[in-house]
């Protein structure tokens, strides 16, 4: 029997709802990254003499530090770090409540009842919703953003309420325009800054609002932290459990991902409430056996030396600094983001005289098919590109190269904003 006709007698008609049951696999939309990555082949086709810049990859581009990538040898070697890890290692729940002390001047958080590793900031995202959300409570997500407590959210029959993140509000999301009746069925508020795609920051002010908010309406906090130490120019990175009373709603979570160039090893953690904190806890070992403990002792190394993330962030503000001064150059109104890797841009109308640009996507799209620069268009809250400055680039000289390619081949058009 074909598989196509087995999956039409049988095994079509299992897939469970969440993921479009009989019609699952059936859907011919084509979604914003497989339009980018499509588009990226073929320009690659049409032009292949010439470089494509990827700018909008989201994550970094160089290796995990030498003294970390060492201690995950050295602990490797060790019979005892062989088993199972379960819910994690004493050792590096005390050196990521060490770490919120000395890097975000968070006090008081017990490594034992208030901090547990995660395998990456994206699988606790996940797991929340089974935490909380029964069939029929809402989950509150900014747009644009990073979708996967939402996805969970509705795997478990809740409903996403969005509240989209304006230039005019500084990307931060106006909770009192959130209806009562959202709100008083809310269970989760989702939060993530420095932001995904837009770069902003949250303040300690906008932090106290939310604490203020979420006690009002008996809402849980949960602030996605992985790029909160990756901020520039004198702007001290901030938590949300540094806040008075982020702890009796709320959770936070970091990653070593972007911070510490560890994207592949999967290592993260959440801090806060110890209700929360151990409530997850049981629903994780109910998903999964633990992070290896060499890479768990490996990040405790990490964390304990902060001045990686500080050199990994004095980089980014260099290329920040050369991306934005080429876009204006241009005619764009760039703006140096506070935090994150991540440039977010004001799409232009068109090109004057031709062509016309009704979304992000579609400037996306002429920036990747006629130049061969990639970039991720966001449309959720107005006509955005968000531009990455973790693209290819050894040493100074060549980020002076990469920048100036854009600027040479975006120098014949002429943009009408």
Do not use: C
């Not at 060790?78 to 975000?104: C, H, M, S, T």
């Not at 008081?108 to 029964?134: C, R």
């Not at 269970?187 to 303040?203: D, E, I, M, R, S």
């Amino acid at each position: 029997m074909s598989v196509e006709k087995y999956q039409s007698t049988f095994i079509q008609e299992q897939f469970a709802n969440r993921i479009g049951g009989s019609n699952y696999g059936k859907d011919t939309n084509i979604y914003k990254f497989e339009k980018i990555k499509r588009a990226k082949a073929a320009a690659k086709l049409a032009h292949p003499d010439l470089e494509l810049i990827d700018m909008g990859v989201g994550e970094p581009d160089e290796m995990a530090d030498g003294g970390i990538v060492a201690k995950l040898a050295e602990e490797a070697a060790k019979p005892e770090n062989r088993g199972y890890a379960d819910n994690g290692i004493r050792e590096f729940k005390v050196a990521a409540a060490q770490y919120l002390k000395e890097v975000f001047s968070v006090d008081g958080i017990d490594a034992d009842t208030e901090v547990l590793h995660t395998i990456g900031s994206k699988p606790a995202l996940a797991m929340l919703p089974s935490v909380f959300i029964n069939p029929g409570d809402v989950t509150i997500m900014t747009v644009p953003g990073y979708p996967v407590l939402g996805t969970h959210t509705k795997y478990l029959g809740g409903e996403v309420y969005n509240i989209k993140l304006t230039k005019e509000n500084n990307f931060l999301p106006d909770l009192e325009a959130i209806p009562v009746e959202i709100a008083e069925r809310a269970k989760l508020l989702y939060l993530n800054y420095p932001n995904n795609p837009t770069g902003a920051a949250a303040t300690a002010e906008f932090f106290v609002k939310v604490v203020a908010w979420a006690k009002k309406y008996n809402v849980v906090v949960v602030h996605d932290a992985p790029y909160a130490a990756l901020t520039y120019d004198g702007v001290k990175p901030l938590s949300f459990l540094s806040v008075p009373g982020a702890k009796d709603i709320g959770v936070e979570l970091h990653s070593l991902s972007k911070s510490y160039n560890m994207t592949g090893w999967r290592i993260g953690f959440i801090a806060g409430n110890p209700l929360i904190v151990k409530a997850f806890g049981d629903v994780k070992d109910n998903n999964d056996s633990g992070q290896f403990i060499a890479i768990q002792k490996a990040a405790a190394y990490g964390l304990a030396n902060p001045a990686i993330t500080e050199a990994i962030s004095a980089k980014y503000s260099r290329r920040h600094n050369l991306l934005v001064g080429a876009l204006n150059e241009l005619g764009f109104k760039a703006e140096k983001p506070k935090g994150s890797f991540f440039l977010y841009v004001e799409a232009p109308k068109g090109i004057k005289g031709g062509q016309r640009f009704e979304s992000g996507e579609d400037f996306s799209q002429f920036l990747i098919r006629e130049k061969l620069i990639s970039t991720v268009p966001w449309d959720d809250a107005g006509r955005f590109v968000r531009f990455s400055v973790t693209f290819i680039a050894q040493g100074e000289a060549e980020e002076l190269r990469v920048i100036g390619e854009i600027k040479s081949r975006l120098s014949d058009v002429e943009f009408e904003f």
